[in-house]
């Protein structure tokens, strides 16, 4: 079992629509918290940090759950740019080893 | 400012060559990771490397060796490549600590093991 998972999609969504990914992870010792975005195998880039508070960017709110152990990230208002991967990932060991879930592919329609 | 350099891009070997991956970086960062991504797996951790000296076996280390040698480079080397392990590598760095720490990745090398 992955120490951190993601359901992998694809979700297919209209224009407009909200979209919300969870990520569960298995250690509880995890310290940081991301969402990175990977268009098309290049490089993924980060999307936003996940703080304890939960935190907003613009359309992207992300929320951390210690308790039950997850991540989730809300997209509002979705943009055919928003068509992407988008993989979370976990930090432990005193943050320096990260660890990424399999990924969620979004497609957004027109 | 590079940030961070991988070569080469794209490598084909045969079962059983070997090959090292390079990469280094100018951001003075500390953490070092080599993670490598198959369809539909995601990034999976491979080796990193907390400062410079230290490497620890991420998820899949099987196969593979590592030597972080300074604070700029950590190559990743194949020693008997095998199909298996056709697969596009990525190189990162982080400062861990930073209070904007993040993931920094290279571009990517695609290695394919015939």
């Known amino acids: 079992r992955k120490e951190v998972e993601q359901d992998p999609g694809p979700f297919n969504v209209p224009e407009g629509a909200t979209v919300a990914f969870n990520c569960t992870y298995s250690n509880s010792a995890s310290q940081s918290f991301f969402w990175y975005r990977q268009d098309c195998r290049k490089e993924p880039k980060l999307l936003m940090s996940?703080?304890?508070s939960g935190n907003e960017d613009g359309r992207f709110t992300a929320q951390l759950n210690r308790a039950s152990q997850y991540i989730s990230l809300l997209i509002r208002d979705s943009k055919l740019s928003d068509s992407a991967t988008y993989l979370c990932a976990g930090g432990y060991s005193s943050a320096s080893k990260i660890i990424f879930g399999s990924g969620t592919r979004l497609s957004i329609r027109p | 400012n590079a940030g961070v350099t991988q070569t080469p891009k794209f490598q084909v070997l045969k079962t059983g060559q070997s090959m090292t991956l390079q990469c280094a970086q100018d951001?003075?960062?500390?953490?070092m990771y080599w993670y490598r991504q198959d369809p539909g797996m995601g990034l999976r951790l491979i080796y990193y490397s907390a400062s410079e000296g230290t490497t620890d076996k991420g998820e899949v280390p099987n196969g593979y060796n590592v030597s972080r040698l300074n604070k700029r480079e950590f190559s990743l080397r194949l020693e008997s490549a095998a199909p298996s392990q056709t697969s596009v590598y990525f190189c990162?760095?982080?400062?861990?600590?930073?209070?904007?720490?993040?993931?920094?990745f290279g571009s990517g090398t695609q290695l394919s093991v015939l």
């Open positions: 996940v703080y304890s």
């Open positions: 951001m003075n960062h500390n953490s």
């Open positions: 990162a760095t982080n400062l861990v600590g930073a209070t904007n720490e993040k993931l920094f």
